[in-house]
């Protein structure tokens, strides 16, 4: 039968306020996480990625918390333009060198 | 910036015929990946690639599957007579060095229609 689309949580924000992304990973062996943000018709584009050895990393506008003791991922992104609206996904890697994506989350931002 | 570049970005395919998907990593990586995503699903691994063989594969790249490095530039994914549900996004992607210290960048994609 048809495959039914997963229905994406979504986040509407104020241009110029602060987003914060949330993502809940499974597998506690995961060791490396990256964030990524896909815009319609494009592939996904890497934002920031985190090792298991960190908490905080800050980027460009963009900082990854990481609470390895509840597996919780977030992704703050600072004074949110128009052009940040997009689809972002959480990745992890477990033991191998491939990725496991999450469902992803829709920002949109209102201008 | 150095990106990884897709082609066709639109295949269209009879189901049952074969298709190549083409990729062209960025020049200094040496892992190579494919992904699918089917529309309005997560995006799912399918094989990985380093020094001229495949690393590993998921459940999905199965017999009807198989990619190749035909020459030092491009990266290709070929589908055997192919399915309906083998409709879908799939992306290359390409890092410098092993996962755990390089990130995965990925290309824009193809969309491959089985009609």
């Known amino acids: 039968g048809e495959s039914v689309g997963l229905h994406l949580p979504t986040l509407s924000v104020q241009e110029g306020d602060n987003s914060i992304i949330n993502c809940a990973y499974s597998n506690s062996a995961s060791d490396y996480f990256i964030w990524y943000k896909q815009e319609s018709g494009k592939g996904p584009q890497f ?60 920002l949109t931002v209102i201008p | 910036e150095p990106e990884v570049t897709q082609t066709p970005s639109h295949q269209v395919t009879q189901m049952g015929q074969e298709v190549i998907l083409r990729c062209v990593p960025i020049s200094n990586h040496l892992y190579f990946y494919w992904y699918r995503q089917i529309l309005g699903q997560k995006v799912e691994f399918l094989v990985s690639f380093y020094n001229n063989e495949i690393s590993e594969k998921s459940e999905i790249f199965d017999d009807q599957f198989s990619v190749e490095r035909p020459d030092g530039s491009n990266f290709t994914l070929k589908i055997r007579s192919t399915k309906l549900e083998d409709s879908a996004m799939y992306f290359c992607a390409s890092s410098e060095a092993e996962l755990k210290n390089q990130p995965q960048h990925f290309g824009d ?7």
């Open chain 1, 47 to 106: 934002i920031i990625d985190i090792r298991s050895n960190m908490d905080k990393r800050q980027g460009q506008r963009v900082t990854v918390l990481l609470n390895k003791t509840v597996k919780h991922l977030s992704l703050q992104i600072a004074a949110t333009q128009p052009g940040d609206s997009a689809v972002y996904f959480c990745a992890e890697k477990v033991m191998s060198n491939n990725l496991f994506f999450g469902t992803g989350t829709r």
């Open chain 2, 109 to 115: 994609g193809t969309r491959l229609s089985i009609l």
